[in-house]
């Protein structure tokens, strides 16, 4: 990866990540009610399901989903239904103490960041439709893909 397209991508990549989103509340939130050593679960898991999408994006799922639109499909509606169930949650669950000090099991957190950045639009759209671009297909894959891995795990 050249350093100006390296550089391009950090930028954006920043500017996406400055952007509050459901990712960015969620850790927002579990700093704010359980204090920083916590709402690294959760920020972990974000960053492990963004190496996920990474890895989608490098070998070449656009292709996969322009081929098998059904499977694809699929894939989004589930999202869409896990976005819906932490709305439902959300709106009819119990009410929640803000102030509340005793945090889950970290693995709980870690899975709430994890299934949210994997079932998020923004992500899809970003890891699906704009990282693709910055992989230069003539030069070797591996190192790119480790280089962006790495920007992103920094950055986000």
Not at 14 to 20: D, E, N, Q, S, V
Not at 123 to 128: H, K, Q, S, T
Not at 133 to 146: A, K, R
């Amino acid at each position: 990866m050249d350093f100006w397209v390296w550089a391009n991508f950090t930028l954006l990549f920043l500017a996406g990540g400055l952007t509050p989103g459901p990712a960015v509340i969620l850790v927002t939130t579990a700093s704010i009610r359980y204090g920083f050593w916590a709402s690294m679960a959760p920020a972990a898991g974000i960053c492990a399901a963004n190496l996920v999408w990474i890895s989608l994006a490098a070998s070449g799922v656009a292709v996969v989903a322009k081929t098998f639109p059904e499977a694809f499909l699929a894939f989004k509606i589930a999202g869409i239904g896990f976005i819906v169930w932490l709305a439902w949650r959300t709106a009819f669950g119990a009410p929640v103490d803000l102030l509340r000090r005793d945090p889950p099991p970290r693995r709980k957190l870690f899975a709430h960041g994890v299934g949210l950045q994997l079932a998020n639009p923004n992500a899809l759209v970003y890891f699906g439709g704009l990282l693709p671009t910055y992989f230069n297909p003539d030069h070797d894959m591996i190192p790119q893909v480790l280089i962006s891995m790495a920007t992103v795990t920094v950055c986000e």
